[in-house]
């Protein structure tokens, strides 16, 4: 699952993300919904980075990803995600 992709926890503000990356191109972020992780995209995400550089990622307290507060309303995960891309 997910060949040639990179395994990456990024720390932001008050959370630590963890991503998949992989592929060149313009950047694309890949989203999951309640109750799933990133790994929803994974027959998806090789075909998208053919063109593009693809990052799956984990929302706050999915996943491999944990939140340093009780904080998981969507603007604290928009934030996470915001400062996630600007690390990569």
């Known amino acids: 699952m997910f060949e040639g992709f990179e ?8 959370a630590r993300i963890h991503v998949r990356v992989g592929g060149e191109g313009p950047p694309l972020l890949l989203l999951h ?3 799933q992780t990133h790994a929803m995209w994974h027959a ?3 075909t998208l980075a053919r063109t593009h550089n693809v990052i799956a990622a984990d929302l706050r307290g999915y ?3 944990r939140a340093y507060n009780d904080d998981f309303t969507f603007r604290a995960m928009a934030r996470d995600m915001v400062q ?3 690390v990569l």
């Open 7 to 14: 395994s990456r926890d990024i720390e932001v503000s008050t």
């Open 33 to 35: 919904g309640y109750p």
């Open 44 to 46: 998806m995400a090789p």
């Open 63 to 65: 996943g491999a990803s």
């Open 84 to 86: 996630a891309m600007a």
